[in-house]
């Protein structure tokens, strides 16, 4: 079985689901030649989870990433470059994100920003920085059609951002992360439509609610259980999927 993607990059790679996907990538029947696995910080009992994979694993490499500080992001695409002498960067995963539960009486204007900075300004820096590895890749392939294998960018986005949903999942208001998450889709919009005939594929994944931090306990579903999926439905990811909005088992939500 190939590879999902032979170069990849996942953010917020310290905790949660991007340190499962960094897991189930490189301990997989045929793992990435790299997995750049980024973090802000590596401080706690997850940072040493990542550091821990990084010493076992020789395809997980360690890179210092904060997606809200340009100057972070332009430093880890130039140690990516430099260890991918000369290939392109098939696969970028937005993963990075912070939550928040702020009702409209309790939001304060500085929170909106903060929560904007990280999950939408963030990713879009992110994607535009690595954005020249990425059409590097796709000149590479040498193959018409879109694929996680050939160049894509995903965005790890939630139903609770969904517009059409929101009267079904308005159990908690959640202002700035469901309006953040909401404005991270359209970004995905966007650059499937800017990026198609540069061979890059760009879909958003809604990975189900999740037992993290952010998901609570309360969640009825296992980060293990998630990621599985979540690579399975990479895997399947074409020319016909670029610019939707699925979940972990493959189903389309409503933007």
């Given at each position: 079985m190939a590879p999902l993607a032979r170069n990849v990059l996942v953010t917020g790679s310290n905790r949660g689901i991007g340190l499962e996907l960094v897991r189930q990538l490189v301990e997989g029947p045929d793992p990435p030649e790299h997995i750049f696995a980024t973090y802000r910080d590596l401080d706690g009992a997850r940072g040493k989870a990542l550091q821990e994979l990084a010493a076992k694993y020789p395809p997980v490499r360690l890179?210092?990433?904060?997606a809200v500080s340009l100057a972070s992001v332009r430093a880890a695409v130039k140690e990516v470059d430099s260890q991918l002498n000369g290939k392109g960067l098939n696969l970028l995963i937005n993963n990075a994100a912070v939550n928040s539960y702020a009702t409209l009486q309790s939001v304060q204007p500085e929170e909106m920003i903060s929560v904007f900075t990280t999950n939408v300004v963030g990713p879009i820096q992110v994607?535009?920085?690595?954005?020249?590895?990425?059409?590097?890749?796709a000149e590479e392939a040498g193959k018409e059609?879109?694929?996680?294998?050939?160049?894509?960018?995903?965005?790890?986005?939630?139903?609770?951002?969904?517009?059409?949903?929101?009267?079904?999942?308005l159990e908690i208001p959640m202002y700035p992360y469901r309006a953040s998450k909401a404005a991270l889709n359209m970004v995905t919009r966007c650059l499937a439509a800017e990026l198609k005939d540069a061979g890059i594929l760009c879909t958003a994944i809604h990975p189900g609610w999740v037992k993290t931090d952010m998901g609570t306990e309360k969640a009825p579903l296992t980060v293990e259980c998630s990621v599985q999926g979540i690579l399975s439905v990479l895997a399947g990811l074409s020319q016909a999927t670029t610019g939707v909005f699925l979940d972990w088992e493959g189903k389309s939500l409503p933007w």
């Open positions: 890179i210092q990433l904060d994607a535009k920085e690595f954005l020249p590895l990425l059409k590097r890749a059609g879109l694929s996680c294998s050939k160049a894509a960018i995903i965005n790890m986005s939630t139903k609770v951002g969904s517009i059409e949903l929101c009267f079904q999942v």
